[in-house]
């Protein structure tokens, strides 16, 4: 019964994000970030780096206004810099501390992320970008 529930559970999960199990496992590099932003409308795809767990590129919307988009190299999943919160300060804290990440503080929302210092699991101090409306863990670096 437990393996038919994980499985279900890793398909749900892919279903959901809208990505198979070949596509996520594939390694992102600048030229997919560049396709992937391309693909989903964004023009004058440009500064593309890969920082803090995160790829980042500077890119037009479809509408034409200049912004910063971040992707998370696990899902692909795109995160514009004018994304709207749907958890507060105290829901990040909270999962956080669910998650086993201790001292958190500077939990803050910036171009489109959660981002918050901590000491995780592990004792070591990070820096962390969370996902806007899940508050997973999307993007870490050693502080």
């Given at each position: ?39 989903q409308g964004y023009t ?100």
């Open positions: 019964m437990k393996t038919t529930t994980a499985t279900l559970l890793a398909l749900s999960l892919a279903v959901g994000t809208g990505i198979g199990a070949a596509q996520a496992q594939e390694p992102m590099n600048e030229q997919t970030v560049r396709s992937t932003l391309t693909a004058g795809v440009h500064d593309i780096e890969y920082k803090g767990g995160l790829w980042k590129a500077d890119a037009r919307s479809a509408d034409g206004k200049r912004l910063e988009v971040s992707i998370d190299p696990a899902t692909g999943k795109l995160y514009p810099s004018t994304a709207v919160a749907t958890l507060g300060a105290q829901d990040i804290r909270a999962r956080l501390d669910a998650a086993g990440y201790t001292r958190v503080r500077d939990v803050e929302f910036d171009d489109g992320l959660w981002e918050a210092e901590a000491v995780d699991p592990q004792g070591r101090k990070v820096e962390l970008k969370l996902d806007p409306e899940s508050g997973e863990v999307i993007g870490s670096k050693r502080d």
